[in-house]
């Protein structure tokens, strides 16, 4: 959708990049996630904190806490669109 592609083309406006690689159009993407963070050299990780569909919401934060128990040393960023008192505690 456009908050992608809003994402990708901040990040490569600004950062300059080697590459930029997004996941979770769908859920068997989210579940490709930690495997290629882990598998392909990644420095900075920015997820949603929700990630829903129609099966069901995925957390950003779970996904960060398995990339940290598998020893990701990067610079992990959760971005939200929800001002809960749970999510601005994050």
């Known amino acids: 959708g456009v908050a992608r592609r809003l994402v990708v083309h901040q990040v490569m406006r600004h950062a300059s990049p080697g590459s930029v690689r997004v996941f979770g159009e769908t859920p068997d993407e989210v579940l490709q996630f930690v495997p290629a963070c882990m598998e392909e050299p990644t420095d900075v990780v920015i997820i949603d904190q929700n990630l829903e569909y129609d099966n069901g919401t995925y957390l ?26 749970e999510d601005v505690q994050l």
């Open 60 to 85: 950003g934060t779970d996904l960060l806490e398995q990339l940290v128990a598998q020893g990701f040393e990067g610079l992990l960023c959760v971005r939200s669109a929800n001002c809960s008192e």
